[in-house]
């Protein structure tokens, strides 16, 4: 079950102008709000009519006591921009703008309402007071066209007022090898994002001061429910329950004003040893929960996976961008069979914190390439198999090492051809993935996690994304053919 999102409340408010009918905005945005309801669900509608700031302020008294999440302004005819803009600016939440089609040739003078030329007033009234609005590819439609944005609209707020009540709780710095993962914190708090940052040593003792905690057998018997035939070490499931609730108390403790989590969790070089095993399976069943748990304290990947939990009500993994697929196993089980390129596929892989839900199979294992250099039986806490096959979304919001933003977003699929490998595992497969490595990936200077959705998520996303200060010029995307990158060569 997720539990760590936010549950939106959507409200719309109609604007008029007080040289058109104040009955023809008011008339339209019922319908909008009717033919919303009739296929998406419920939505509020504030009795009040904005025409003047007099009317802005008694509909942000009506808005503030009926508690919405994210407001829609919707401009039924040219609309009062600085009415309109100020409740906007007011509104402490994500807002949308959008405007009312015309609706018949045969009512075009009485009936006209101009909403078509108010939205350009409204946006250029938005960027002359600095504030953030929504606005549709095509923000002009009839009431059915209209309903629809509101509904497309409702996963970019859930995330934008997820990402304003977030703490990230980290423990540990991040691995010395893994520097790529090292981002300043500084965009989190312009993000409205607190972090945590905890030493493994406060980890670690709160892990020991759980050690026969009288809930583990439930949730040990929890473990073996969800792992069955694929619980091959139930020797470490009382330990792996420890460290879960270790966890789960910590976010109880620590979340303080916040109410959503996620965590930037440690699991090498010196977890293995002293606790003695690794986290991926438990960070697994957090993600599964709604609670994000990225692997070598990557701060950003955990704001990722949180952001694509809230765009997808889904669980999510982070993943690396790890190997190529061979050739041989590429010309076998791909080529004919599926439209990519051998460079358009790759295997996206993690040790074993993608979600149960996420596999096309599951066993409980040993973390292979840990143990290459220590004991095998403190390297024992993964969740091996292959990732389902069917559409994703890989992305990353990142943080430069000079504090700037930047992300990417490509949609693509993971291929049904069994990886032949170990851990979490998959065959990715996304357009022009060769080009979007080279010129995006390496030329951007990201690091190796990607986080996943699982379905098509890039839509919103970008819009997520455009709404928190992400300068569009710093989204990247997987350019197709014929669309080049900056950096790339026209005659290569």
Partial sequence: MMNNMPEMKMGIVAVSR???PMTLSETRRKAVAAAYRE????IDECPVVVESEIHM???LDYIRSAGWDALVIYLGNFGPETAETLLAKYFDGPVMFAAAAEETGDNLVGGRGDAYCGM??????LKLRGVKAYIPEYPVGTAKEVARMIHEFEPIARAVKAVSQLKIISFGPRPQDFLACNAPIWQLHQLGVEIEENSELDLFEAFNKHAGDERIPEVVADMEKELGQGNKKPEILSKLAQYELTLLDWIDGHKGSRKYVAIAGKCWPAFQTQFGFVP??????LTKQGIPVSCEVDIYGALSEFIGTVVSQDAVTLLDINNTVPY?????????????TSKDVFMGFHCGNTPSTKLSFCEMKYQMIMARTLPQEVTQGTLEGDIVPGDITFFR?????DAKLRAYIAQGEVLPVATKS?????IFAIPEMGRFYRHVLIEKNYPHHGAVAFGHTGKALYEVFKYLGVDTGEINFNQPKGMLYPTENPFA
């Fill in 120 to 125: 350009l007033n409204a946006s250029y009234n």
């Fill in 422 to 426: 170990f851990g979490g595992i998959g």
């Fill in 397 to 401: 919001l990142q943080s430069t090492a």
């Fill in 18 to 20: 007080d040289c058109f």
């Fill in 39 to 42: 296929t998406f669900g419920d």
């Fill in 328 to 340: 041989d196993m590429y010309e076998e089980s791909i080529q004919g069979k599926f439209p990519y």
């Fill in 57 to 59: 302020q008694q509909a």
């Fill in 280 to 285: 991926c399976y438990v960070n697994s069943r």
